[in-house]
């Protein structure tokens, strides 16, 4: 765009409508007509504008016309067809985009150098550092999930922090800036920010140092009250209602909201927090918390649903606020639940109650812990046939509300997993040995500081041994889906090689991504030799998320002939036929589990409180017309689908096979 200086009578004509410049030489504009759409503005610095030939029709048909209305600009670059008016206090260093819309502000300023919360650190986890997680706007769960984590390597450590701390310089500048299409309104400070295209402040109370990712196909908002300084919040996510953010990332497509108070703590995709209040924790994706009493502290979570009055401990009164906890994927707490950390609590867990006695139940997932008298029962394997668990699976996916190509965090969404069987098959192992160790008529076995039962420890090992088995299942009916009918063992056993040269070994969950831990250390040495930018780290982890299945066969291959007997090397069509015979048998029992965990939805306890002041064929039609009929379920008949869908899964195979 061509910029020139303003003539002697273009001069005049701004002072004729109340304009004023310290220097008028510093003004540069490049339409001439655009001088009949400002009026009350004072100039100072180097100021330029483009062409105003836009008008904006607001909410209830109330059209505004671009242009410069009572405002004072200093160092201020302003785009063509925006709009400025009302700035009570000003505006100075900032780079504003085209269609603009700026009204009823009062400050508006970036002063010296700012790196708009990039190179922040973030003391997650431990409130007193040592984990600290320096944000930038490329931020990704797996990035920090190893910056946070992997402090037992310390050179790779300060590698990645160099690196951010460099592009941190890179984005620095004394200039902010407000994209294309950003709309602030009714708003009172933004010091050192930089706020991206398509972007809403609406009624904001104070944004300092921090950036807006923000784009066309996700904008960002931003709206009534919200105060945050030292930030960054990513394109799709939405922040309102007196939300209070300090030292904060926020991800992709979260939700905070209704007074929500947040200090060091990272927010990743589709999280989505509300009341309560957050200080040093590690929030995954798809963490939920919805109530006032709740607290979430120095924790790790994902796929985690926080019931109402949930709260942790990281003090100890002895040497401060340095104890830390993790709920592995997919663990929840129910209304009124407390654990004291240090803890650890097993993948697709259930926590209620008080938890004091420091337990790790990270090698027997799916289950429950419950506090009875101050002890804490466990009960091993359980959730796996709870109808939440296979709800919350369902409903993952479908909530993944991120619009934006450029997806920052690897999400695994799978119940069933190498890393969530790997533990399946060390806890056989572990209840085993405990059954071996105590007796097999013993009431109640120890571990970690909880007790089972023997009835829990008994079904724990049923549990899981459905489960592996339908994961293996799974996984060779997949592979041989495509296997012709009359082919050969060998045949068969070219089909089922692996094809990813890794995946062998134990893997790992990095919030959200599932991979071999083998191909995750061959990354990390390179990043720390300096081989690998954070970029290409990033990269890689992506590519290890689009391979999953590949290299999870390849893990699951050698796993056939410990768990069936079966070494794939050797395999007939006979033994896949028992294989595939077995996860039928698996898979239907499973789901006639759930469908009975279903039905305790629609007894007659659960309709306690309708029709009260009917009969109880009143209080059963009052139900059914609230909650529908048990048979006509959306659930329900999807898990009678299920069953129908596997057994003629297994049955083509089977046919094929024979």
């Known amino acids: 765009?061509?910029?020139?200086?303003?003539?002697?009578?273009?001069?005049?004509?701004?002072e004729s409508r109340?304009?004023?410049?310290d220097d008028w030489s510093g003004i540069e504009i490049s339409?001439?007509?655009?001088?009949?759409?400002?009026?009350?503005?004072r100039f100072s610095g180097n100021v330029r504008w483009g062409s105003f030939n836009e008008v904006f029709t607001l909410p209830g048909g109330i059209r505004k016309h671009s242009g410069l209305r009572n405002a004072t600009l200093h160092n201020v670059t302003v785009g063509d067809d925006s709009l400025i008016e009302n700035v009570s206090n000003y505006i100075a260093n900032y780079d504003i985009g085209h269609h603009a819309y700026i009204e009823n502000v009062d400050l508006i300023v970036t002063e010296g150098p700012c790196s708009f919360g990039n190179g922040v650190d973030v003391s997650v986890l431990n409130e007193t550092g040592g984990r600290e997680v320096k944000i930038f706007d490329r931020l990704s769960a797996q990035i920090a999930y190893v910056l946070a984590l992997y402090r037992h390597r310390p050179q790779l450590i300060a590698v990645l922090n160099a690196q951010i701390e460099d592009y941190a310089r890179r984005q620095s500048s004394d200039r902010g800036s407000i994209g294309n299409y950003v709309s602030i309104r009714n708003t009172r400070h933004i010091n050192g920010v930089r706020i991206?295209?398509?972007a809403v402040v609406s009624g904001t109370s104070r944004l300092r140092n921090g950036t807006l990712i923000s784009n066309q196909i996700a904008p960002v908002t931003i709206a009534h009250g919200v105060i945050a300084d030292d930030f960054i919040v990513c394109s799709g996510s939405h922040v309102s209602d007196n939300t209070s953010l300090e030292?904060?990332?926020?991800g992709q497509c979260c939700r905070l909201g209704h007074g929500y108070s947040a200090s060091d703590s990272l927010f990743f995709s589709n999280c989505q927090e509300e009341n309560g209040e957050a200080c040093a924790i590690f929030a995954g994706p798809f963490t939920v918390t919805h109530h006032k009493s709740t607290l979430?502290?120095?924790?790790?979570?994902?796929?985690?649903?926080a019931g109402s009055g949930s709260n942790q401990s990281n003090h100890m009164y002895k040497l401060g606020p340095i104890h830390q906890g993790i709920l592995e994927r997919g663990a929840k707490t129910t209304s009124d639940s407390y654990i004291l950390w240090p803890s650890r609590v097993g993948a697709f867990s259930l926590v209620m109650g008080r938890h004091v006695t420091h337990s790790d139940t990270s090698n027997l997932p799916f289950s429950y812990l419950i506090e009875q008298q101050n002890t804490t029962y466990l009960v091993p394997g359980v959730n796996l046939r709870s109808v939440g668990t296979v709800r919350d699976a369902q409903k993952w996916p479908k909530r993944d509300g991120r619009k934006d190509p450029d997806r920052l965090d690897c999400i695994n969404y799978n119940l069933l997993s190498p890393y969530t069987i790997q533990k399946m098959l060390k806890g056989i192992l572990l209840l085993q040995n405990l059954q071996y160790s105590s007796g097999e008529l013993s009431d109640l076995y120890s571990y970690h500081s909880t007790k089972i039962r023997n009835s829990s420890l008994r079904n724990g090992i049923r549990y899981y041994q459905t489960a592996i088995t339908k994961f293996l299942g799974n996984s060779i009916i997949k592979r041989l889906e495509n296997l012709p009918a009359g082919a050969s063992d060998e045949e068969l056993r070219a089909m089922l090689r692996p094809t990813c040269p890794y995946g062998e070994g134990r893997w790992a969950d990095l919030s959200g991504l599932i991979c071999p831990k083998d191909e995750l250390k061959r990354m990390l040495d390179k990043a720390e030799a300096g081989e690998m930018t954070l970029k290409e780290l990033s990269d890689g982890f992506h590519d290890l998320h689009a391979h999953y299945y590949d290299a999870e066969w390849t893990w699951a291959y050698d796993k056939?002939?410990?768990?069936?007997?079966y070494p794939l090397e050797t395999i007939t069509k006979a033994q896949v036929i028992d294989i595939v015979s077995r996860w039928k048998d698996a898979v239907i029992g499973l789901d006639k589990e759930l469908y009975e965990d279903a039905r305790k939805?629609?007894?007659?306890?659960?309709?306690?409180?309708?029709?009260?002041d009917g009969t109880k064929e009143i209080k059963e039609q009052d139900f059914a017309q609230v909650r529908g009929e048990f048979e006509s379920n959306s659930f329900v008949t999807a898990v009678l689908k299920h069953i129908q869908d596997k057994e003629a899964l297994g049955n083509e195979l089977i046919e094929r096979l024979s």
Do not use: H, W
């Not at 765009?1 to 701004?14: G, W």
């Not at 030292?247 to 926020?250: G, K």
């Open 1 to 14: 765009m061509n910029y020139r200086k303003l003539t002697t009578d273009e001069i005049s004509f701004l």
């Open 18 to 21: 109340d304009c004023r410049a």
């Open 31 to 41: 339409d001439p007509q655009s001088l009949n759409y400002i009026r009350n503005v």
């Open 196 to 198: 991206g295209d398509y």
């Open 247 to 250: 030292r904060c990332f926020v």
């Open 296 to 305: 979430l502290i120095a924790g790790l979570f994902s796929f985690m649903n």
């Open 560 to 565: 056939y002939a410990d768990f069936f007997g």
């Open 601 to 612: 939805e629609f007894n007659m306890a659960s309709m306690t409180g309708f029709g009260p």
